[in-house]
Nanobody, 123 residues
């Protein structure tokens, strides 16, 4: 029902910024809460941020709070992750996902996933 495509990843120096975008297509896309997750080599996929269907409620992982901001533009069927003050430990593949049921903090609760976009932060 939902297709997701991430873009905006790349190589950036520590302290720099990137904005990731997730373009969604399919029926009633705006009805889903949306999340961003990331996975570093040898690590489990971890929660980064989520935004409610309305865009008015957000949550951010402690590791990114104050640096990353999730938002959505339902008119454009797009979810964003603004990443500022990037650190080398932020290096990972970043995935957007559409929520299904269950905890919005757990990847197993999401029904649809994008292909991921690589973010590499150099020191």
């Amino acid at each position: 029902q939902v297709q997701l495509v991430e873009s905006g990843g790349g190589l950036v120096q520590a302290g720099g910024s990137l904005r990731l975008s997730c373009a969604a297509s399919g029926r009633t896309t705006s009805s889903y809460a949306m999340g961003w997750f990331r996975q570093a080599p040898g690590k489990e996929r971890e929660f980064v941020a989520r935004v409610s269907w309305s865009g008015t409620v957000t949550n951010h992982a402690d590791s990114v709070k104050g640096r990353f901001t999730i938002s959505r533009d339902n008119a454009k069927n797009t979810v964003y992750l603004q990443m500022n003050s990037l650190k080398p430990e932020d290096t990972a593949v970043y995935y957007c996902a559409a929520h299904g049921s269950g905890s919005v903090f757990q990847p197993g609760s999401y029904a649809y996933w994008g292909q991921g976009t690589q973010v590499t932060v150099s020191s």
